[in-house]
């Protein structure tokens, strides 16, 4: 009896510990040895944000451990992971309640925006709001990531263009799964045979990017009405509209392109510096290392003209770049929007000529920001260190342009869903000034402007093309504004009575701006020199 009951003990231990592995087959402490050292503690820490998907994760590192190559793939992947997800984003009531709204049903964005006046005359104010932040180090299956990490090598080591990349540019131009916020989905897959006979026929990399933004094009392309269809799409529905917003065109060439073993990336300005809204779009790199601009869906590389004015562009990456501002900066100070991330860098150079330009602040804090006039306000671009002088560097800054030091801080309280939150705005914090073609630094001192100081010398501003009026309605008052005293100040009303504006008295070297209630685009900031408007 002694015996059976000691059989049926060992027994019984053998089956808990088995139970034990079938349940936890995967060892954090045994994979950590393999994971190159460059990425082990990131793939660590990731491991343990995953929370219940630590599995899945440690699933793929498990895959991998006798592969070399793909086990250092999936350790950069897994490393950078906490910083990128799928970010749902919906129209919403006062109250948090969503409310419905289909793009597709407009032809137009100026319907859209006629169609959400209407709600809010019906149910009150309505805004844009996360609904969902779907974390990709919580939400990614072992099952999508290996069939990434498998597709991105098969481009690599079959390819004759890809092999030619360097293990960095692969890294971080083909093998990562996602161009932005989008939902997940096994594009990768997708394109690989979609465009198998155009990856067959193409004699050198960037004939191939041609074929396949020309084949683009017709599957998927811009339409303004998804400005209001604020989260970035999937796969499934970039194939079932057709349509969608720059952002989603490049999305779209990230997955037709780096399927098909091409480096891409997307490259982005956040603000405009002398009209409104913001702009994205691709970047081929080459294997030799030349990198090419383009619109995918629309425009190829080496045909694609950006304006002339760019005060900053950035270039997304999946890893994170060195001395950003989300880097350094403190809990206990809030950023900008979209400064506060890590995962692009500074490529203002490779598009523009630029300058460091230093400007005093009149407030001693630790960061200060750099700002461009974009949808009738000042919109933090860049940032900078205060030193204990007083003044800030900002880096690589885009000519010709009117920028303003801000600071970013709370002005007020808003009521959002019945609870109090901090309204947080840009403040000035210095003078406004031009940064000239030459590099120049045109001071405009906001305390000069007196108002009783008025110059009895007339200018006429005519209607122009982008950045300035594009019509002026005869019989509307326009409201003339000048900046003093940090803030903009109404000096006169005036009434067209042709298709031009004309101001009988100005101040010298001052900044203003024209508002009408239906002028489009919205105002744009001009300097009045030897009696001529020049617009910023």
Not at 204 to 221: C, G, H, Q, V, W
Request: hydrophobic share 40%.
């Amino acid at each position: 009896m002694k015996k059976i009951r000691y059989l049926f003990l060992i027994f019984a231990l053998f089956v808990m510990i088995n139970a034990c592995s079938i349940l936890q087959p995967y060892s954090v402490k045994k994979i950590a040895p393999s994971i190159p050292k460059q990425y082990r503690e990131k793939v660590l820490e990731s491991l343990e944000e995953a929370g219940s998907n630590k599995k899945e994760l440690l699933k793929v590192l498990y895959h991998y451990k006798d592969h070399p190559l793909k086990l250092e793939a999936a350790s950069f992947l897994i490393a950078f992971m906490p910083d990128h997800c799928f970010a749902d984003v919906s129209l919403v009531d006062s109250l948090g309640n969503p409310v419905a709204l289909n793009v597709m049903d407009f032809d137009t964005a100026l319907e859209v925006q006629a169609y959400i006046d209407s709600l809010e005359t019906q149910i009150g104010d309505l805004r844009y709001k996360l609904i969902e932040k779907r974390e990709d180090v919580t939400t990614m299956s072992a099952d999508l990531l290996t069939t990434h990490i498998d597709m991105a090598f098969l481009a690599y080591e079959t390819l004759p263009w890809t092999n030619q990349y360097s293990w960095d540019d692969f890294r971080e131009y083909i093998l990562p799964y996602r161009g932005s916020s989008e939902p997940l989905s096994n594009w990768r897959l997708y394109f690989w045979y979609e465009f198998a006979s155009l990856r067959d026929s193409a004699k050198d990399p960037l004939e191939l990017a041609y074929s396949i933004n020309d084949s683009a094009r017709k599957m998927f392309t811009f339409k303004d009405v998804f400005y209001y269809h604020p989260a970035d799409l999937g796969l499934e529905e970039m194939l079932k509209n057709g349509f969608g917003r720059c952002e989603d065109m490049t999305n779209f060439s990230i997955y037709a392109m780096r399927a098909n073993g091409l480096a891409l990336t997307s490259d982005f300005t956040p603000y405009w510096p002398d009209r409104s809204n913001n702009h994205a779009w691709n970047a081929i790199i080459l294997p030799d290392g030349e990198v090419m601009p383009f619109m995918g869906s629309e425009a190829n590389p080496g045909s694609y003209n950006l304006q002339k004015r760019i005060a900053k562009v950035y270039r997304k990456l999946f890893s994170q770049e060195q001395g950003t501002l989300a880097e350094i900066l403190p809990d206990s100070i809030k950023a900008p929007p979209w400064l506060g991330y890590k995962n692009f860098k500074d490529v203002t150079d490779k598009y523009v000529q630029v300058s460091d330009v230093i400007v005093p602040v009149n407030q001693d804090k630790p960061f200060a920001y750099i700002a461009v006039f974009n949808d009738n306000d000042w919109k933090p671009i860049h940032w900078g260190s205060v030193d204990s002088m007083r003044n800030i560097t900002f880096s690589d800054m885009g000519r010709n342009i009117a920028y303003l030091p801000v600071f970013y801080e709370v002005v007020d309280t808003i009521i959002v869903e019945g609870k109090e939150k901090p309204k947080y705005e840009p403040i000035p914090a210095g003078a406004p000034f031009i940064l000239s073609e030459e590099g120049d630094v045109i001071a405009y001192d906001n305390e000069a402007v007196d108002l009783r100081e008025q110059v009895n010398n007339e200018f006429v501003m005519h209607k122009t093309g982008h950045g300035g009026i594009n019509k002026v309605k005869i019989d509307s008052t326009y409201t003339w504004f000048v900046w003093t005293e940090d803030e903009w100040q109404e000096i006169i009303d005036t009434t067209a009575t042709a298709d031009s504006l004309v101001f009988e008295y100005y101040y010298p070297e001052s900044l203003y701006k024209v508002e009408e209630e239906t002028l489009h685009p919205d105002p744009r900031i001009f300097t009045v020199e030897e009696g001529e408007v020049i617009f910023w």
